[in-house]
């Protein structure tokens, strides 16, 4: 077990605050008190180090530990069947806050919450909230155009809130358990992506001002490594390995904020193709800060992180300016992975280098993948008899094919690979 930092020994009824090392290293405050008959522990959220701004100073997670006192305690006193989305939301997200979970995840949870949750539940008290009108936001929001993989996401949210509601004791039983889920295969499975001279039409329309040699490595990357808008944004020159040809991925930049990549499996090494290494290197070369911390992808002028919501318009207009279909800056991600299949890679090998928590997201990309005897097998299938041609087909201008089999050993196209003979009356078997 962890070992615990007790603080002073506490008045009666005041609580107790603590901390113990976390996972990632450092510490994490931590309270107990008791309300009633129910004793509450609470993750406060990470302690602060000496000579450090970033975590609670000891008076900041006292101030919190009061603060939670008081909300917990009178709590009971509001009628447990009032209690609204809106209203278990909010304390939720400030739970997962002091947890120190993503500043990007707090807020998409918090724009799920304004957005969808609670102008379709209102005030309804949670208690009265049963699976069918679960079903019934869905139904509604599938009539609105939403995706299926952003209807999970919803419940998603909504299951965690109730789970919340009950470990706080302000409600009992998740109706979301009881419904019946869309699956997130349910959607367009069409992936866009751009072939090679469709690429190079978006590169080549790339306007001639600051930014444009910046963005033509950008997109080239973004196309030859398959990262994510916000893993190329936080890339650093230490992460690019010139001498291993490897692009390491250890950060992401999302909402202004610098964080840990998106899952597990998205802290990755990518191989780094020539072509890519060589632009990157000219890049290098006219780049003005070249230090190992010094952003890859930065601002020309003051190094500092591209705004995303720039990188997406400039990327859409010099799309616009080729003349190629409406694609998206994510699709150059599609573009790596689709390209990967088509060239034979294996599947849970594009997983790896494209960081796929799932490998049924790679899945995605199979259908892109070579056949190989497929199209001969088929062939084989379908294969005539030379002496009776199919309905409707001149036989003197149907080309007769060997077996697949004949191909593959290099052999000659012997009569009995074209077909058994027709078999007539009053022959012997």
């Known amino acids: 077990m962890a070992a615990r930092t007790a603080t002073a020994k506490r008045a009666y009824g005041s609580g107790s605050l603590y901390s113990r090392p976390s996972a990632g290293g450092g510490e994490t405050w931590y309270a107990a008190f008791r309300v009633g008959r129910r004793r509450v522990k609470r993750a406060l959220g990470p302690r602060r180090a000496a000579g450090s701004r970033a975590g609670l100073s000891r008076s900041e997670a006292e101030a919190e530990l009061r603060r939670l006192m008081d909300e917990e305690r009178h709590a009971p006193s509001v009628r447990l069947e009032r209690l609204t989305i809106g209203e278990v939301g909010t304390a939720y997200l400030r739970h997962l806050d002091a947890l120190g979970r993503?500043?990007?995840?707090?807020?998409?949870?918090?724009?799920?919450?304004?957005?969808?949750?609670?102008?379709?539940?209102?005030?309804?008290?949670?208690?009265?909230?049963?699976?069918?009108?679960?079903?019934?936001?869905?139904?509604?929001?599938?009539?609105?155009?939403?995706?299926?993989?952003?209807?999970?996401?919803?419940?998603?949210?909504?299951?965690s809130l109730f789970a919340f509601s009950e470990k706080r004791g302000w409600g009992a039983g998740n109706p979301v358990k009881l419904v019946?889920?869309?699956?997130?295969?349910?959607?367009?499975?069409?992936?866009?992506?751009?072939?090679?001279?469709?690429?190079?039409?978006?590169?080549?329309?790339?306007?001639?001002?600051?930014?444009?040699?910046?963005?033509?490595?950008?997109?080239?990357?973004?196309?030859?490594?398959?990262?994510?808008?916000?893993?190329?944004?936080?890339?650093?020159?230490?992460?690019?390995?010139?001498?291993?040809?490897?692009?390491?991925?250890?950060?992401?930049?999302?909402?202004?904020?610098?964080?840990?990549?998106?899952?597990?499996?998205?802290?990755r090494a990518v191989p780094l193709a020539d072509r890519a290494g060589a632009e990157l290197e000219r890049h290098f070369q006219r780049s003005l800060r070249q230090g190992d911390e010094d952003l890859v992808f930065g601002h020309p002028q003051l190094g500092t992180p591209l705004d995303r919501s720039k990188v997406l318009k400039r990327f859409k207009a010099a799309a616009r300016s080729a003349g190629v279909r409406a694609v998206r800056f994510h699709d150059l991600r599609h573009t790596f992975g689709t390209r990967l299949a088509a060239a034979g890679v294996p599947l849970r090998t594009i997983q790896e280098w494209m960081g796929h928590r799932e490998y049924r997201t790679t899945e995605r990309y199979a259908d892109y993948a070579p056949g190989g005897r497929e199209a001969a097998l088929v062939n084989d299938a379908f294969q005539q008899p030379a002496d009776i041609p199919a309905r409707g087909l001149d036989a003197s201008r149907t080309p007769?094919?060997?077996?697949?089999?004949?191909?593959?050993?290099?052999?000659?196209?012997?009569?009995?690979?074209?077909?058994?003979?027709?078999?007539?009356?009053?022959?012997?078997?």
């Not at 005030?123 to 079903?135: H, K, L, N, S």
């Not at 600051?210 to 398959?226: F, H, I, K, Q, S």
């Not at 697949?404 to 290099?410: G, K, Y």
Request: charged share 30%; proline share 7%; aromatic share 8%.
């Open 102 to 159: 993503k500043r990007s995840t707090v807020e998409d949870y918090e724009s799920t919450l304004r957005v969808h949750l609670v102008p379709f539940f209102g005030e309804a008290p949670m208690q009265a909230i049963t699976p069918v009108d679960v079903e019934a936001f869905m139904a509604s929001e599938r009539r609105a155009g939403r995706a299926p993989k952003s209807v999970l996401n919803y419940l998603g949210f909504l299951h």
């Open 400 to 429: 007769r094919r060997c077996s697949s089999r004949a191909v593959v050993a290099s052999q000659a196209c012997p009569s009995s690979l074209s077909g058994p003979p027709a078999y007539r009356h009053g022959d012997s078997k």
């Open 180 to 267: 019946d889920k869309p699956r997130p295969g349910d959607g367009d499975p069409e992936i866009r992506f751009l072939d090679e001279g469709e690429l190079a039409a978006v590169i080549r329309a790339v306007p001639d001002d600051d930014r444009g040699p910046l963005e033509r490595v950008l997109y080239l990357v973004a196309a030859m490594t398959g990262l994510r808008q916000g893993e190329l944004i936080a890339l650093r020159w230490r992460d690019v390995d010139w001498s291993a040809g490897r692009i390491r991925v250890r950060r992401n930049f999302v909402r202004g904020q610098y964080g840990t990549p998106k899952s597990k499996r998205s802290s």
